[in-house]
């Protein structure tokens, strides 16, 4: 009877070596913040006054679903691979709520729904629930972007006077939360800028008041879930 034949070990230096596969990410906020910004500026400005008529949303509405939301919403599902939570949360949330926003209008120009007059309290309840989420993204970017956390900080005003506006159907919290908005837009274009230079020239451009806990996070974490991605907005 044959005796089985046990296979040796390999040597050591016959295994197979480890790879590693690098694969870094542009920063996704680049997209997200300048989606947003444009967005966000011109419903704004139509919201606190500056042009437009009473049907004027309605022809905004496909821009800031597209800008605004498909271009956002993607930009929080990249952040993910770039493992930063804060710009995953703000980018998806906000993405959303701009399809959202684009499909309701799209539903009034239809007269698939009657547009309120006056309070809109659906819209007004969405405004707190936007409102709670932003404001715990302003103190999460507060401790490693100062810059994110000013955005956030105005966006989350913003919705909170906003949603007081809309269930209480006052006009002038409207245009107020309309300015909020857009002081956060004016901000939002100045980190995705700052973002954008900081990529191309490697190295910071425009300030963006990074922390010292920032400076602690390495750019690429080797053997924590993916190898290789970059951390980062």
Known sequence: MTSPVIPMPQKVEERTPAQVVLQPVAAPSILGLYGFAGATFIVAANMAHWFGTSQT????????????????????????????????????????????????????????????TGAFEALGFWFIVLAAITWV??????????????????????????????????????????????????????VASALMLESVYGRPVWPLGKTARAAEHPKVMIGAGEPGVIRGQ
């Open 57 to 116: 949303a309605l022809y905004l509405a496909p821009f800031a679903a597209m800008f605004g939301g498909l271009a956002q919403f993607l930009a929080g599902m990249w952040s993910f691979k770039a493992r930063d939570g804060v710009a995953s949360a703000m980018h998806g949330m906000w993405g959303s709520f701009w399809l959202a926003y684009g499909l309701l209008s799209i539903l009034f120009a239809t007269g698939t729904l009657a547009k309120p």
């Open 137 to 190: 993204g302003c103190f999460a970017a507060a401790a490693e972007v100062k810059a994110l956390a000013w955005v956030l900080g105005f966006l989350a005003a913003g919705s909170t006077i906003a949603a007081m506006g809309q269930i209480v159907g006052m006009e002038p919290l409207n245009v107020l939360a309309g300015y909020l908005f857009i002081i956060s837009a004016v901000i939002a274009w100045y």
